[in-house]
Nanobody, 112 residues
Framework: QVQLVESGGGLVQAGGSLKLSCAAS?????IGWYRQAPGKQRELVAT???????NYADSVKGRFTISRNKAMTTVFLQMNSLQPEDTAVYYC?????????WGQGTQVTVSS
């Protein structure tokens, strides 16, 4: 069964940190994080592919770090210096062949 399960979201004050995790089961490979704020489209946050090539949205560069375990079954997102504009539901994206899979999302709320 293909499944992506996110964890680690929560409420934090501006300037704080959170670490998100996405654990995959089945043959899906987790490759990154996206987020969706109320009234906005889902947007890329960070991806990690291949041998470890990473890509970040300009808005999170220098503050967020994506990583994964050696088995490439779990991806992490370390989020530092969080700001209220980072408030969103964060979704893990995975790939299985040419198909995209998504987790259920985890809420991140940053208070000012």
């Amino acid at each position: 069964q293909v499944q992506l399960v996110e964890s680690g979201g929560g409420l934090v004050q501006a300037g704080g940190s959170l670490k998100l995790s996405c654990a995959a089961s089945g043959r899906v490979r987790p490759i990154g994080w996206y987020r969706q704020a109320p009234g906005k489209q889902r947007e890329l946050v960070a991806t990690i592919v291949g041998g470890g090539l990473t890509n970040y949205a300009d808005s999170v560069k220098g503050r967020f770090t994506i990583s994964r375990n050696k088995a490439m079954t779990t991806v992490f997102l370390q989020m530092n210096s969080l700001q209220p504009e980072d408030t969103a539901v964060y979704y893990c994206k995975g790939l299985l062949g040419s198909a995209d899979y998504w987790g259920q999302g985890t809420q991140v709320t940053v208070s000012s």
